[in-house]
């Protein structure tokens, strides 16, 4: 085969010139003579000419070509080019190599292919140049912190899969840990397939107080969320990825938002492959039931890039655990706890006291929670229980009262640690501790603390 490349320059010598080396058969014809040297010169054949005269084509032994490759970008060059090669062989086949697809509309010519420029690029070259922004993105990221900060990475108030995913990530993408890069929320993980999977993964997720945040001067970085989903001002934000659409203006020294990506956790499996990074198993874990769930098994608003992310982390990752997340079994004594509970529930004023008493695991209690709500006539539900010599308990309400984080703040701050948000909330406090307050840890103790704050009217919040 005998191939004529027929260029303003050198660019497509460039770019093939492995392939046109290799194959002496392609000659380039370009307009300029240097052009031309500089071919020769890294060991391809050329030759200079003007494109649209027929000369060139006659010292160039077109008639000998079997294919012609034609890279002008010149729109009237092309015309006067093309025009002259099917002058002189309308037989020959015509590759064009353009942008745009206008040239070849006003041609009828079976001989005649266009492959535009942007098909190639993206196929070929945007990979590669994502990967470097990508890079750019990573040594950025390690920029923003020095070696004694602390970094706070802080989620959604009830961190799902994606959020908890992109946290480990960001953790291992900085080369910390858990004491010097806590993942912290002002909620809870209460979703059971979340429990389970922070509790198979071994990851903790600590809760704070919005006026913590920057203790110690500590840093503050946003995953799989923005700074105006939080009802409080959080103050310096260091770093938000996220892939949410951005709702409301913020500021912070460093932000990624993908919008176009169906998870954070793909934005971050971008980050380790441009970092050369292999994830480790509980990381790939994490990541690929984040991507997993947040589109919905790659159905929801995912895109080619999800896949691709999913399909890197997938060898890696442990798929028998993520079908243990997914179908999270509770113990059988805390059912039975739960069991007995109930079945003394009494409702009043909309509140449901529930104490388990000792439970085996401390998430059974956030969940009882999150489930109590959904029992008629109930608008507060508060499950206690207790779990290595502390009281545990979790608040939960239908969101339009009053604040259960403010409540619990006030009960329980003194003697142990409170807080939460508006619907939800969680005390921890020492077994001593509580019943030097409150006398002893049962269902009267805590509702009869409760009951009044929540039932109190509106114009005496406060004096209390
Ligand atoms: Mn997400």
């Known amino acids: 085969m005998k191939y004529l490349a027929i260029c303003e320059d050198d660019l497509l010598f460039q770019f093939m010139r492995k392939l046109a080396t290799k194959r002496s058969?392609?000659?380039?014809?370009?307009?300029?003579?240097?052009?031309?040297?500089?071919?020769?010169?890294?060991?391809?054949?050329?030759?200079?000419?003007?494109?649209?005269?027929?000369?060139?084509?006659?010292?160039?032994?077109?008639?000998?070509?079997?294919?012609?490759?034609?890279?002008?970008?010149?729109?009237?060059?092309?015309?006067?080019?093309?025009?002259?090669?099917r002058s002189l062989r309308p037989d020959t086949s015509i590759l064009s190599l353009a942008s745009g697809k206008k040239s070849i509309g006003g041609h009828k010519d079976k001989l005649l292919s266009q492959l535009p420029l942007e098909d190639i690029f993206e196929e070929f070259c945007a990979p590669q140049l994502l990967d470097t922004v990508n890079r750019r993105r990573v040594e950025m990221i390690r920029g923003l912190f020095r070696e004694k900060d602390k970094i706070n990475i802080l989620l959604q108030h009830d961190p799902d899969p994606d959020a908890i995913g992109s946290a480990l990530a960001l953790r291992e993408l900085l080369g910390r840990n858990r004491a010097t890069t806590p993942i912290v929320t002002f909620g809870e993980v209460t979703r059971p397939e979340n429990l389970a999977m922070i509790r198979l993964l071994e990851i903790q997720i600590e809760r704070v107080n919005p006026a913590d945040?920057?203790?110690?001067?500590?840093?503050?970085?946003?995953?799989?969320?923005?700074?105006?989903?939080?009802?409080?001002?959080?103050?310096?934000?260091?770093?938000?990825?996220?892939?949410?659409?951005?709702?409301?203006?913020?500021?912070?020294?460093?932000?990624?938002?993908?919008?176009?990506?169906?998870?954070?956790?793909?934005?971050?499996?971008?980050?380790?492959?441009?970092?050369?990074?292999?994830?480790?198993?509980?990381?790939?874990?994490?990541?690929?039931?984040?991507?997993k769930t947040d589109t919905l098994f790659l159905e929801r608003g995912s895109h080619m890039i999800d896949v691709e992310a999913f399909s890197f982390l997938y060898p890696f990752a442990n798929r028998a655990l993520i079908a243990k997340m997914e179908r999270p079994a509770l113990p059988r004594e805390d059912l039975e706890a739960l069991g007995r509970a109930l079945s003394r529930l009494q409702l009043e004023d909309g509140v449901a006291v529930i104490h388990m008493g000792e439970v085996k695991r401390e998430d059974v209690i956030p969940q009882m929670a999150e489930f109590s709500l959904q029992i008629e006539g109930v608008e507060w539900g508060i499950v206690s229980g207790l779990s290595d010599n502390r009281v545990v308990i979790s608040a939960r309400n239908v969101g339009y009262v009053k604040s259960a984080g403010d409540i619990m703040k006030r009960l329980y701050d003194d003697i142990g640690s409170a807080g939460g948000h508006r619907a939800m909330a969680k005390a921890v406090i020492p077994v001593a501790r509580f019943k030097e307050k409150f006398g002893e840890v049962s269902e009267k103790a805590i509702r009869d603390a409760i009951v009044p704050l929540i039932t109190q009217r509106e114009d005496e919040n406060g004096r209390g």
Do not use: C, N
């Not at 392609?26 to 060991?43: K, M, N, Q």
């Not at 010292?59 to 009237?76: G, N, S």
């Open 25 to 85: 058969e392609v000659l380039f014809i370009v307009e300029d003579l240097d052009a031309a040297r500089r071919i020769r010169r890294r060991g391809g054949s050329s030759q200079a000419g003007p494109l649209d005269s027929e000369t060139t084509y006659q010292k160039a032994h077109l008639e000998r070509a079997d294919q012609v490759i034609l890279f002008v970008r010149d729109t009237e060059l092309w015309e006067r080019v093309y025009t002259q090669i």
């Open 213 to 291: 945040l920057h203790g110690d001067g500590a840093k503050l970085a946003l995953v799989d969320v923005q700074p105006p989903y939080f009802e409080q001002p959080l103050g310096r934000v260091d770093l938000v990825v996220d892939h949410h659409p951005k709702r409301a203006p913020f500021t912070a020294r460093f932000a990624d938002l993908r919008t176009d990506y169906g998870a954070t956790s793909t934005i971050f499996t971008d980050y380790l492959r441009a970092a050369g990074m292999e994830p480790s198993q509980r990381l790939a874990t994490a990541l690929l039931y984040g991507i």
